[in-house]
């Protein structure tokens, strides 16, 4: 039986990347002390991981998802809070035409929207989603949580940081422009209002979801 199709990120090794073998990933990372690598399933979720993600974001985990939960993992999880907004974001490509948007949780009722930006990522999208629903919400002087269903984009938020590895390009200076800020949004703000993870696997997808998988 022919061995499934792998794909190599390299976060720091001799030379980074993304790679298709065993072989050219040994390479790139051989003779690095504390090199960082994982293995992928499929060349998204690879691009993924490379582009906006980071080694600890992945360091230790199975790659692979899981196609259910267990009644009792469902039970543990709950139901979701509807007392909320949700934003996502959307990318034909990656990097590609990127827009995102934030939504009423409980009845959908769009809130914001921005895009199409040239030459973004989706978690880079959803970074900015995360933070113009802050400011939203601050705006607003509301005190609805916030839900996500990116891992990544939670964490960027969090530090303040957003850490994509996109490129600069004539095509998305106005992104980088709103990507610099958002990171001085919350430099220079505080909030109280509570980020929460979307739970896709027991609640289907996010209302703010685009609707193109």
Known sequence: MAKKQKYYVVWYGNLDGIYTTWEKC???????????Y?????????KKAYYDGE?????GKNTKKKKTLSPEELKQIGEPDLYTISVDAASSGNPGIMEYQGVDTQTQKLL????PFKDGTNNVGEFLALVHGLAYLKKHKSDRGIYSDSKIAIGWVKRKKC???LK????NKKLFELITRAEYWLQTNTYKTKILKWETKAWGEIPADFGRK
Do not use: M, N
């Open 26 to 36: 040994k390479k790139a990372i051989a003779g690095v002390k504390g090199a960082q």
């Open 38 to 46: 994982k293995s992928f399933f499929t060349l998204k979720e690879a």
């Open 55 to 59: 080694y600890e974001d992945y360091k």
């Open 112 to 115: 914001f929207h921005q895009g």
């Open 163 to 165: 850490k994509t590895k």
């Open 168 to 171: 600069r390009t004539h095509k």
